[in-house]
């Protein structure tokens, strides 16, 4: 293997990898946002991206076998079919991921899209936690410090200007207490499935031989299954009368293009660094995102909020990787 793509390297680039994916899919779905097109099932186009990825894993693992088809399918069968305990394994996070996805959703249909954004962002401090808890992770006392600080700051960073705020309330229609409490709760479910599914895929991939790419295919088996109910369930009578791909424009493709390699780059961020650094790279990647918005399609205005929560987000982001200088006392002296 080229020297380039050594352990440390593997890290950085796909962090820059995750900042830059995070970043475009943030931009390409703002732009989707301004253009009036016929709407498609968000249900079908999760189906869509998650068999996208594991193609794109099997072209992954064809190269790892020196592009040959006959050791494809012997690495395919041997680590899928021939270790059916293995590959059971990730039912839990693709069944996870599955329902996490329908309970944002709910959320954002019955919060208002503050509440949503600031709720969500807990699930920083639920990673951190089953990090310590799963994978017997040491987080220090300043960690914890900017761990929150980050949650706090990602929130302020997302809260919607009060433009937005007054567009969204003239066309929402107010929430009851019922739904609100609902909506709370399925965002709050979803902040301890995303913490508990990428730590359970984070333990997978560290323990264990198994490529990346090849549990990557049986998280998206899995994940093309668990979706393929959920449109079963929900979408059946829209698939039925204007079909599966009803709505998909380019940009309906760019996205489900760029969610199949976000999932990829998720994974590898997953395996050379870890969930909390994802969270901080995601974090980073809203700021970049809103950075481009408005230098470049001058479509943003950032608020005092955002200044705020972007100064978080940064400090707390060095304030993580600070190690506290221990003061070592040369062996003579500690004799005397
Ligand atoms: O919000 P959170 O960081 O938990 O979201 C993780 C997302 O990444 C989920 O939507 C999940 O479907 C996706 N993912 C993926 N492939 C992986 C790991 C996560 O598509 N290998």
Request: glycine fraction near 6%; hydrophobic fraction near 50%.
């Amino acid at each position: 293997m080229h020297p380039i793509f050594n352990q440390n390297n593997r890290k950085l680039i796909s962090l820059i990898a995750l900042i830059l994916q995070t970043t475009s899919i943030v931009l390409v779905l703002r732009y989707s946002r301004t253009r009036k097109a016929e709407p498609y099932i968000s249900s079908t186009a999760i189906v869509a991206s998650e068999f996208l990825k594991g193609l794109i894993c099997i072209i992954l693992v064809w190269f790892e076998t020196d592009c040959s088809l006959n050791r494809l399918i012997k690495k395919l069968h041997d680590e899928i079919y021939g270790k059916p305990h293995e590959t059971l394994k990730l039912t839990i996070p693709s069944g996870l991921y599955a329902i996490q996805n329908n309970l944002l959703f709910i959320a954002l249909s019955y919060l208002n899209a503050a509440t949503y954004q600031v709720t969500y962002q807990l699930k920083i401090l639920t990673t951190a936690l089953c990090c310590v808890f799963m994978l017997g992770k040491k987080i220090e006392k300043h960690q914890w410090i900017s761990l929150c600080m980050l949650a706090i700051g990602v929130a302020f960073v997302t809260w919607p200007s009060s433009d937005e705020g007054n567009k969204r309330l003239s066309t929402q229609t107010p929430k009851s207490w019922l739904q609100q409490f609902i909506g709370l709760g399925a965002v709050l479910m979803a902040t301890l499935t995303s913490g508990f599914a990428g730590v359970y895929f984070e333990k997978i991939l560290k323990t264990g031989p198994t490529s990346v790419w090849v549990r990557n295919i049986q998280l998206a088996i899995f994940g093309t299954i668990f979706g393929l109910v959920i449109v079963y369930i929900f979408d059946y009578k829209a698939v039925m009368e204007k079909g599966f791909f009803q709505g998909y424009s380019t940009v309906v493709w760019i996205v489900i293009f760029l969610q199949a390699i976000g999932g990829l780059i998720i994974a590898a961020v997953i395996k050379y660094a870890d969930n909390i650094i994802k969270g901080f790279a995601t974090s980073l990647s809203i700021i970049l995102s809103s950075a481009v918005s408005y230098f470049i399609l001058n479509d943003f205005i950032p608020s005092l909020f955002f200044f705020i929560g972007a100064m978080l987000v940064i400090t707390a982001t060095f304030l993580y990787g600070w190690e506290r200088k221990v003061k070592l006392i040369p062996l003579n002296d500690q004799k005397r």
